[in-house]
């Protein structure tokens, strides 16, 4: 096996895939998985066989999922001009994220796919910022979408769906809570819709997800309207403990705590533990205090590649394998060559 490289577990996906099954199998969903998460072929086959289709932004990623004739949602923040009417015709659905582009670009794109809006909800939610679209730029805010909606419903004569994605590792009081906003500000528009689309972000298979809380609302809200056909997109919650990167000591300096250095390195391998200013559990260390301390640093020739100091069970040497935990969902699309580095290797167990 080359180092670095990203183990994908067969075994533990497929275990996540089962509870998807289930879920699809208990409720009337469709399931689309969100393409931007992983999208090496090799987990793609698997993934299309549980799953209904796919979420995608862009004619690049439809190429990877073609081949499975799945349905696809498109969206994307901003959508290129040359694209987005081929995007609409490989489409089974399409959200616009703000009413600039749907004014610019329903028309020509109504008549090859079903027409949904983003809407940011604001939903007031514990959960990191970096990844809390409702503080962010994604989806029309709800009150201006209200708005313009009571003062020219012509101008959404096209819209068939509106698309909420409003979570990142929440529970299933979360997914309450924007039940709770749909019917609280939109039942007069919910009865002219074809489709919801409730995003990512829920974390079903973490082991403190409440799945009968979850279905219990849904089937609530199904009752009301029967008429919409709903959708939702996870991502991580599909590859959450499914993969680890391996790397291998380069080298150790002593200091007061050993620097190790590694064949890997934060912005060419581990961008999204940068992003979320997360430090990775690595296989045999923790953060309690042992003998062995050492300060986990990477292969490029930034200062600040520092990965993290972390407390090992045994000493390590020069030529040792560690392993990342739970390290494939965005991390494996997000790889750079910066400074020369090797991309990791997918291997699958």
């Known amino acids: 096996m080359n180092s670095p490289t990203f183990i994908l577990e067969q075994k533990k996906l497929q275990e996540n895939l089962a509870h ?17 998460a992983f999208d090496a072929p090799e987990g793609l086959a698997l993934i299309a066989h549980s799953f209904d289709g796919f979420s995608l932004g862009n004619a690049n990623e439809y190429a990877k999922v ?65 990844c809390n679209s409702n503080r962010s730029r994604l989806g029309v805010p709800y ?10 419903k012509e101008v959404f004569e096209r819209l068939e769906g509106l698309h909420f994605h409003a979570f990142c590792y929440q529970d299933s009081h979360a997914f309450e809570d924007l039940i709770t906003h749909i019917e609280d500000n939109y039942t007069a528009i919910l ?20 799945t009968v809380h979850f279905m219990k609302v849904l089937q609530t809200f199904q009752q009301k309207y029967p008429q919409l056909t709903l959708y939702f997109e996870p991502a991580s919650a599909v590859l959450k403990d499914v993969g680890q990167l391996e790397a291998t000591v380069m080298d150790i300096i002593s200091d007061t705590i050993p620097i190790v250095i590694l064949n890997i390195s934060i912005e060419s391998h581990l ?7 997360v430090q990775p559990t690595i296989k045999g260390a923790s953060r309690f205090k042992s003998d062995y301390p050492y300060q986990i640093t990477g ?32 991390t494996w699309v997000k790889q750079t060559s910066f400074n020369g580095l090797r991309k990791a290797t997918l291997s699958v167990l």
């Open 20 to 36: 998807f099954e289930y879920l699809a199998k208990e409720t009337s969903i469709i399931w689309l998985y969100t393409l931007k």
């Open 66 to 130: 073609k081949e499975y004739g799945k349905k696809v949602h498109s969206y994307t923040p901003a959508y290129y001009e040359e694209e987005v009417e081929t995007l609409a015709k490989q489409s089974n659905t399409m959200s616009f994220n703000s009413l600039t582009q749907y004014r610019r670009y329903a028309k020509r794109c109504q008549e090859h796919t079903s027409l949904g809006l983003r809407i940011n909800p604001k939903l007031m939610l514990n959960q990191p910022d970096y």
């Open 143 to 152: 009150q201006n979408f209200l708005d313009v909606y009571q003062e020219d």
């Open 191 to 210: 009865k002219r819709l074809k489709w919801l689309n409730f995003g990512g972000g829920l974390d079903f298979t973490s082991k403190t997800f409440d």
């Open 271 to 277: 961008l999204d533990i940068a992003i979320a200013h």
């Open 299 to 330: 292969l490029s020739c930034i200062a600040g590649d520092v990965i993290g100091s972390y407390y090992f069970n045994e000493k390590l040497s020069l030529g040792d394998t560690i392993y990342f935990e739970d390290m494939l969902a965005y």
